[in-house]
């Protein structure tokens, strides 16, 4: 199957009807108008006042890709105005991180108006910040979760910004198919992606270079996590993962 099921088809004729229609929650209004879905242009509109967008990925889970996300942002901060999008639609991380669990997100006319971090001021927004506790659970079916992505992108308040970092799930899934799209037309920077020192970590991560490739994602380098300990008491450093 060669067809890039990443890319709204480009004639009027099959949109809506295309391989890559179908899921997405536009697909009966482009059947119906045939047309593409004209909350792209809400979008694009938001993400053409940020500078650079920068994703964070790795087809593991359990690596750090949010712990690397959050402090890329406050590093990040330093540099201007910065914000931070959490894919993660069922396990986010970026509101305990980013010191924001608890704060609401602030719905006005014009749109989400996300947390502010104490933590160099960066905005954050995060399904973690519309559940009514932290034991709430999220279930969404996949045109849901692009739904809710769109909306994350397309809805909130971000300004003009110098960076955008975007934390994603494990895996390379309706989350990450539905940012490559969506952020297509207004070129996202790259990719960062992270992983730790076992074979079974790095296999994984091997595939996702392959997605990113596929997709058009730029790399813009790889974050090797948990490779070594450095002993508090004499400083010595030690391998976590034994080579052999």
């Not at 809400?42 to 053409?48: E, S």
């Not at 110098?162 to 799930?169: E, F, G």
Request: hydrophobic share 40%; glycine share 10%; proline share 7%.
């Amino acid at each position: 199957m060669d067809e890039d099921i990443t890319r709204c088809p480009n004639a009027l004729e099959e949109a809506g009807r295309a391989l890559g229609c179908q899921g997405c929650p536009g697909q009966a209004l482009c059947q119906a108008q045939g047309g593409p879905d004209p909350k792209q242009t809400a979008l694009n509109i938001r993400m053409k006042a940020i500078k650079h967008k920068i994703l964070v990925m790795s087809g593991k889970g359990g690596v750090g890709k949010s712990t690397l996300a959050a402090s890329l942002v406050v590093r990040l901060s330093r540099r201007g105005p910065v914000a931070a999008l959490d894919t993660d639609i069922c396990g986010p991380s970026l509101p305990r991180l980013l010191a924001v669990d608890g704060a609401d997100i602030i719905s006005t006319p014009w749109g989400w108006k996300p947390p502010i971090s104490s933590l160099g001021g960066v905005r954050v927004l995060s399904v973690g910040s519309m559940l009514p506790s932290d034991e709430s659970s999220v279930a969404l079916r996949g045109p849901r979760k692009t739904h809710l992505i769109r909306s994350m992108l397309a809805d909130t308040l971000w300004g003009r910004l110098s960076y955008l970092v975007i934390d994603t799930p494990p895996g390379t899934s309706d989350e990450h198919l539905s940012l490559a799209k969506l952020l297509r037309e207004t070129r996202p920077d790259g990719v960062v992606l992270v992983t730790t020192p076992q074979d079974l970590a790095c296999g994984v991560v091997r595939r996702q270079i392959t997605f990113c490739r596929k997709v058009g994602l730029h790399i813009l380098g790889l974050v090797e996590n948990m490779a070594d300990f450095v002993c508090p008491c004499c400083q010595e450093r030690y391998r976590l993962f034994a080579d052999d």
